[in-house]
C-alpha cells in the first residue's frame, strides 16, 4: 500500500464499479479523474504488479449462463484438512476455498453445467475428501452480491447505503446464440491494458469490436452479465479480515432484516439459505475489513438495527483457493472423467 497515492484510490474505486464498455474505456476513465488516458493505463499497469488488482473482466451471473452454483461447508478432521482442500481445489467451478473457525471448517462455493449434477458432485468431493459431515446450501434469496472495497479509507466502517443489489431466481434460462457464447469466453478473460481493449478480445472471434462492445451491453440488459470491472486482491489493499456472519432469523422477518443487513456497505453478499437440524443460521453475510475489531463492531450494528441476536462469525483462517471459474470450459466434464478413471490424484 505504500506505494499508492490518491488518484490511484480514486482509480480503484471507480473501477470496481464498472469499466465503461466502449471503444476507449480508459480515456473515459481518465475524464472521469482529470488524468491521461495513458495515465490510467500506467497505473492500472502497476497496481497489478504490486498485486493490488487481480484482473478486470466480466463478472457474469451464473445462473443465466446455464450454471448452478451452491455454498458447500465440510467437516473435516484437522489432520485431513489439507488433503481434503486440495481435493476441494482440484474441481474447475471451485472459486473460493476457505479454512473458517467452526466445526464445519471447510467452506467452498461450487458451480456446474445445468447438466451436471451438483450434489452428486458434491458427494464424490465429500467421499474423496473423508469429510466427517456436509452442508448443501444453495441461496434461496440474493439481498445483495457484489465486493466494492473502500480503497480510499475514508468512509466510516458502519455507513448504510439504501441502494442494494436484490436478485430473484430467474424462471428460465435465457437462450445463448453461438456468438453470444463466444463473447462471454473473452469478456470473462482479463482486458488487455490498450487503448482500445475490446479490439483484441473481438479479433480473436472475428468480429468488430463495435458489434463485441454492443453484445456486452446486450449481456447487461438480459442480466446475463452483471457489469465488466476490476476485481483486487483484498488483503494487499488493506483488508485483512473477513468473515462470514449466519444469522438465526425467523422465516417471516428475513426480507426485512435480510434488506437491512445488504444495506451495510461492508457486507459484500447477503444471502438467504436453507436451515438444517444442525444448521439454524438462514441469513449469510460477508463482512470485508481492515481490523477484525471493525467487523465485530459492524455486526453489533448490524444486531442492534435487526434485533437478531443469535448469530455467529466464522472467521477466514486460511485462503485455500480463489480463481474465478471459467464458463463453458471443458475442464467441468473432464474432471469427471478422471475420476471414473481413478485419474485425479
Known sequence: MNNIDDKDKEL????????????????????????????????????????????IRGIFNAQSLGYSSILVAFEVAEKNLEKAAKIINSHPGVSHNYLRNHRFNLWFTLALPSELNLEKTVEKIYLLSKAKNYLILPAIKVFKIGVNLDASGTESITVQNERRNEFK???????????????????????????????????RIDISQNNLIKIAKSLIDKKIMRR?????????????????VVWVVDEKYIDKCGKIMASFNAVSHCYQRPTYPNWPYSLFTMIHCRKEEDCYEIVKRISEKT???????????????????????????????????????
Open 12 to 55: 480503484l474505486n471507480l473501477i470496481q464499479r464498472q469499466i465503461p464498455l466502449q471503444k476507449r474505456p480508459f480515456k473515459k476513465i481518465g475524464d472521469l479523474l482529470e488524468i491521461g488516458e495513458n495515465e490510467v493505463i500506467e497505473r492500472i499497469n502497476n497496481l497489478k504488479k504490486e498485486k493490488i488488482i487481480r484482473e
Open 169 to 203: 431466481p430467474r424462471d428460465y434460462i435465457p437462450k445463448l446464440s453461438s456468438l453470444e457464447i463466444s463473447c462471454i469466453k473473452e469478456l470473462q478473460n482479463d482486458l488487455p491494458l490498450e487503448p482500445e481493449p475490446f479490439k483484441e478480445l473481438s479479433e
Open 228 to 244: 465488466m470491472s476490476a476485481v483486487l486482491y483484498h488483503r494487499n489493499l488493506g483488508f485483512k479480515f473477513n468473515a462470514m
Open 307 to 345: 434485533g437478531i441476536k443469535d448469530y455467529e462469525i466464522l472467521s477466514s483462517l486460511k485462503e485455500f483457493k480463489k480463481k474465478r471459474v471459467v464458463y463453458f470450459s471443458n475442464e467441468f466434464y473432464e474432471w469427471d472423467k478422471k475420476l471414473m478413471e481413478g485419474s485425479i490424484f
